[in-house]
């Protein structure tokens, strides 16, 4: 049985919000104030795909930027390594919250069943986090910038 479940936020994690695509006839519209655009990456082109996507904080914006940008400027990117894959660690945990842990809350899955998952949850964000800070932790400057890349093209 579908029904219409309306998001809440949750109040001890900021709420992420799904993104969604804008439509050609949309973008045209012009904007009343102009935005920086960033440089476009392969990937930027809007996709006939499906997707799921999430916005996250202002402030996890804020900081993801900040690292993704201190990286690329970096003549040494490599010293930034750790930074990166906190973030990655950091917005992967907020996407898990919210395609999971906030759907079995809103869904009054019962007391038992949510502290399940949120244990279950909390085991593997441990274990990835090991994982993605060790394969960042090794890697040269050429996937260090793919990797912005990435992070870069999915905050469109």
């Given amino acids: 049985m579908v029904s219409s479940i309306k998001r809440k936020s949750v109040a001890s994690v900021e709420a992420p919000t799904v993104k969604r695509r804008v439509t050609a006839a949309a973008a045209e519209k012009p904007s009343k104030q102009p935005k920086a655009q960033p440089k476009e990456q392969p990937g930027d082109q809007p996709s006939d795909q499906p997707f799921l996507r999430f916005t996250h904080s202002q402030a996890l914006r804020k900081q993801t930027l900040k690292v993704l940008l201190a990286l ?67 890697m040269e400057r050429p996937a260090l910038l793919s990797v912005c890349g990435s992070i870069r093209s999915m905050m469109l």
């Fill in 72 to 138: 690329e400027q970096s003549d040494a990117p490599d010293e930034h390594r750790a930074d990166l894959a906190d973030i990655v660690v950091t917005l992967m945990s907020a996407g898990m919250d919210f395609y999971f842990l906030a759907p079995l809350k809103q869904a009054k899955a019962g007391f038992v069943i949510q502290q399940s998952a949120n244990l279950g949850m909390v085991g593997v964000q441990q274990l990835m986090g090991g994982v993605i800070r060790n394969i960042i932790g090794r």
